[in-house]
Antibody, heavy 122, light 106 residues
Framework: QVQLVESGGGVVQPGRSLRLSCAAS????????MHWVRQAPGKGLEWVAV????????YYADSVKGRFTISRDNSKNTLYLQLNTLRAEDTAVYYC???????????????WGQGTLVTVSS | DIQMTQSPSTLSASVGDRVTITCRAS??????LAWYQQKPGKAPKLLIY???SLESGVPSRFSGSGSGTEFTLTISNLQPDDFATYYC????????FGQGTKLEIK
C-alpha cells in the first residue's frame, strides 16, 4: 500500500522559516507529480503547490507564491516544502498528496499522508 | 481564479437516505472535478474524479455527475460510515477546493 509520511512541522515565529518533508514508499515515486495541500484549524482544504514527476515544473497558489518552494529528491523518494517568511495565516496541517496519474498533473489526489501541523505564533 | 461553491454547507440525513451535494464553479471547468470525503483528524479520501469516475475501492453508492459549471455528488442508501465532510475540487486551473459540506446524522 502506498505510504506518505510527512515530518518537519512545529511551532515557529512569524517571519521565520521551516522545511517540511514527505517520505514516500511502496510506489515508484519518480513517475508521479506530487502536491502539498493544507488545512487551517477548523477550516477547509487549500491546494498549495505541485511539482512534476521530474521536478522540472512547479506551480504555487497565489497565497504562498514567492514565499514557499516545493522540491523533490527522487533518489531519496522524498518531497519537500520550504516555508519562508511565515505568517499567522500559514498555520495549518500540511498534507503531501500523490497525483492520480503517472507522468502527468491531473490535480486529482489519490493518496495522502497523515499531515504535519505548522503553527506560526510569537 | 476559479471559485468553487458547495451547497448546502450542512446536511442532516438518516441511515438509508439518498442525499445530493451540489458544487458550482465560477467558470466552466469541463469535467475537471473531484470529490473527497474527510473524517475528523484524518486525511481526505478521493471518491470521484473527472466528475463521474468512481475511484477504485469506493462503494458504488457514491456517484458523481455534471459538467461545465454545475456538479453533484449523490450518496445512495447512506451508511453510518458516510457521515463526514465532503469537498469538491476543480482541476482546470491548479486545484481549488469548495468550502465543504458536513453530512450529519439526523
Amino acid at each position: 500500500q502506498v505510504q506518505l509520511v510527512e515530518s518537519g512541522g512545529g511551532v515557529v515565529q512569524p517571519g521565520r522559516s521551516l522545511r517540511l518533508s514527505c517520505a514516500a514508499s511502496r510506489f515508484t515515486f519518480s513517475t508521479y507529480a506530487m502536491h502539498w495541500v493544507r488545512q487551517a484549524p477548523g477550516k477547509g482544504l487549500e491546494w498549495v503547490a505541485v511539482i512534476s514527476y521530474d521536478g522540472s515544473t512547479k506551480y504555487y497558489a497565489d497565497s504562498v507564491k514567492g514565499r514557499f518552494t516545493i522540491s523533490r529528491d527522487n533518489s531519496k523518494n522524498t518531497l519537500y516544502l520550504q516555508l519562508n517568511t511565515l505568517r499567522a495565516e500559514d498555520t495549518a496541517v500540511y498534507y503531501c498528496a500523490r497525483d492520480h496519474q503517472e507522468y502527468s498533473r491531473t490535480y486529482f489526489f489519490d493518496y495522502w499522508g497523515q499531515g504535519t501541523l505548522v503553527t506560526v505564533s510569537s | 481564479d476559479i471559485q468553487m461553491t458547495q451547497s448546502p454547507s450542512t446536511l442532516s440525513a438518516s441511515v438509508g437516505d439518498r442525499v445530493t451535494i451540489t458544487c458550482r464553479a465560477s467558470q466552466s471547468i469541463s469535467s475537471c472535478l473531484a470529490w473527497y470525503q474527510q473524517k475528523p483528524g484524518k486525511a481526505p479520501k478521493l471518491l470521484i474524479y473527472k466528475a463521474s469516475s468512481l475511484e477504485s475501492g469506493v462503494p458504488s453508492r457514491f456517484s458523481g455527475s455534471g459538467s461545465g459549471t454545475e456538479f453533484t455528488l449523490t450518496i445512495s442508501n447512506l451508511q453510518p460510515d458516510d457521515f463526514a465532510t465532503y469537498y469538491c475540487q476543480q482541476c482546470n486551473t491548479l486545484g481549488t477546493f469548495g468550502q465543504g459540506t458536513k453530512l450529519e446524522i439526523k
